[in-house]
């Protein structure tokens, strides 16, 4: 598929994905752009970013040193669809009128929908990663990957637990997310929540009488990188967690906010970029796979300042990369 590419050319303005316009049919990883944040309960513009993110993604050299090959052509980001647009419309406008019950309802119908898109990828051995649009977007991808591959443990990036429920009356709110997979998807065995530091006591209580649930508190790793433990021992660490197939859900405000500073729901603290990448390069490192992925949260700012949107074009790269790679 990449025969004959010229990789130190720019990419072509008018290309997709990375700068390439590779069918969804005939990419091994089919990303979905899901522009959906009715639910959102601080800043908004998350669900501008799949129709945004292909621009940013031609900025981007493809060599990815981890892998030590060229990602890019095996990837395709599957046309937006019109009817999602307009949906996540109707819903944004119910709730500023405060109506949860049509807003609820239009959850349940991207869900299903979703759902349906992503197992039809996945009944053709196509790879699916989720970009958002808020945390709640992934849901029904999540749903189809656990009933096409069965059990899988959630390596989750995030400021918060997202395990509220029915946070300001949304049923599938982004702070309930984690709430939701672990109440109706029981193939998720495991959930590892990493830079975890703005959560309810509720949560928290949540988090610890749950067997399933490994927290890794953004506390706990600072407080052991400062006493002078390496990141490496504290990613074996994570890693031992996890079951041997993996779903990556990456909300972006689990990093520090000078990476992603528009986020929704920005919060001091949080993982350094490359700390982030280097515990997904353990993860493939161990021999776990991962199956799949979703990248969220991430605010698309005015066309002059990119900055945004730069990192969370190379956070994509850098999951498809690591989902795409064989087992």
Known sequence: MSGGVDWDAPADPSAGLFGFDTPPEEAALVILGVPWEPTVSYGRGAAETPARIVAASHQLDLYDARLGRNVGPEVALAPLREDWLALNQGACLAASQGDTTAVNEASARLNASLAEDAAIHLAAGRGVGVLGGDHSAPFG??????????????????????????????????????????????EVSVLVPVGVRDYSINERERAAKDDRIHTFYDREIKRATFAGRNWDDQCAEIVAALPERVYVSFDVD??????????GTPVPGGLDFAQSLQLLEFVVASGRRILGFDLCEVVAGPADEGWDLDVGARLLHALAGLCSTPA
Not at 143 to 168: K, N, T, V
């Open 141 to 186: 991808a999540i749903q189809a990957l656990a009933a096409a591959q069965g059990p899988f443990g959630i390596l989750q990036f995030d400021a918060h637990h997202d395990l509220r429920s029915a946070y300001e009356g949304y049923q599938d709110s982004h702070a309930s997310i984690m709430h939701n997979v672990l109440e109706r998807v029981p």
């Open 254 to 263: 689990g990093l520090d906010p000078r990476f992603c500073p528009r986020t």
